[in-house]
């Protein structure tokens, strides 16, 4: 299984990034996918997640700016991040996660640093 995240990068306060996690080797239709992040000397934050049925849910720092998508052909899911602020800096991570039976699966990527300059 892979998580591979891209887009990331360095922006101005108020821009935009649209981040990108392609999966591999998992069937991509069953899991709820989420975005997290952690930002240097914090603690990691869940920022948006998006169900196998496709229902959103987002942290209260990111709603309104950011938006989570998925393209099950494409087994990917987005991060579109506008209004960006400096308080966004961090490595974002995409995850996988899903039940079968008794049994639970949870795949991260590696993650991708998006700093956000004032």
């Known amino acids: 299984v892979q998580l591979v995240e891209s887009g990331g990068g360095l922006v101005q306060a108020g821009g935009s990034l649209r981040l990108s996690c392609v999966t591999s080797g998992m069937d991509f239709s069953i899991f709820h996918m989420s975005w997290y992040r952690r930002a240097p000397g914090k603690q990691r934050d869940l920022v948006a997640t998006?169900?196998?049925?496709?229902?959103?849910n987002y942290a209260d720092f990111v709603t309104g700016r950011f938006t989570v998508s998925k393209d099950n052909v494409r087994n990917t899911v987005y991060l579109q991040m506008n209004s960006l602020k400096p308080e966004d800096t961090a490595v974002y991570y995409c995850?996988?996660?899903?039940?079968?039976?008794?049994?639970?699966?949870?795949?991260w990527g590696q993650g991708t640093q998006v700093t956000v300059s004032s």
């Open positions: 998006i169900t196998y049925d496709g229902a959103t």
């Open positions: 995850t996988g996660r899903t039940e079968v039976a008794v049994e639970s699966y949870v795949y």
